[in-house]
């Protein structure tokens, strides 16, 4: 059992050494490119979610636009109908 641990040890430093520097030059700039891939597509989600959020304001304003119209109209609707009983009652 002592001989084979002689060998085990330097074998251990070894991987040790070399899971080191794997992680070194592929995993941190692996995840680092990951990260800043998250971001860009962070900052695109932002952009839509702004798109979105600004179709969405001027579609209100339309609908309170088509809102007035439609009240307006109706009010003067309204008049012009009342009037027209009025001539016939005449």
Request: proline fraction near 3%; avoid cysteine.
């Amino acid at each position: 059992m002592g001989p084979n641990i002689v060998f085990l040890i330097p074998i251990l430093a070894i991987s040790v050494g070399l899971v080191a520097v794997i992680g070194g030059t592929i995993v941190r700039p692996w995840l680092a490119h990951k990260e800043r891939r998250m971001e860009m597509e962070a900052k695109m989600v932002a952009e839509k979610a702004a798109q979105y959020a600004a179709q969405t304001e001027r579609l209100e304003q339309r609908v309170r636009v088509l809102e007035r119209i439609i009240t307006d109209r109706g009010v003067d609707l309204s008049d012009q109908i009342e009037s027209l009983r009025d001539d016939s009652l005449n």
